[in-house]
């Protein structure tokens, strides 16, 4: 089992930053790779960003288009995700997760461990 817990959401003004955090307990940090998705209320729950084990391997969503990072520090057992010019559409509750897998997927499906997720509000 792994334990996920995300932190820094918040409120902020279109075109500024937030910096996401998720720390995970419970079992090999190393060992899994790292997910960033995010759910708009209404929506379907999107794909952000993903990182491999040893943080070499990266991948985001289409939208992202540069604005955001994804990274880990595996002696912290924490994954981040910096988001830089954050827009309207931004605005979601954001999850952090974990897959056993050495892939870099997309899918929510082929994560196995979630957190409970931090709101991202992005006031015009």
């Known amino acids: 089992q792994v334990q996920l817990v995300e932190s820094g959401g918040g409120l902020v003004q279109a075109g500024g930053s937030l910096r996401l955090s998720c720390v995970a307990s419970g079992h090999t940090f190393s060992a899994y790779t790292m997910g960033w998705f995010r759910q708009a209320q209404g929506k379907e729950r999107e794909f952000v960003a993903a990182?491999?084990?040893?943080?070499?391997?990266?991948v985001y969503g289409d939208f992202v288009k540069g604005r955001f990072s994804i990274s880990r520090d595996n002696a912290k057992n924490t994954v981040y995700l910096q988001m830089n010019s954050l827009e309207f559409e931004d605005a979601a509750v954001y999850y952090c997760?974990?897959?056993?897998?050495?892939?870099?997927?997309?899918?929510?499906?082929?994560?196995?461990?979630w957190g409970q997720g931090t709101q991202v509000t992005v006031s015009s």
């Open positions: 997760a974990a897959s056993p897998s050495a892939v870099l997927d997309r899918q929510p499906g082929e994560y196995s461990y």
């Open positions: 990182i491999t084990r040893s943080g070499g391997g990266l």
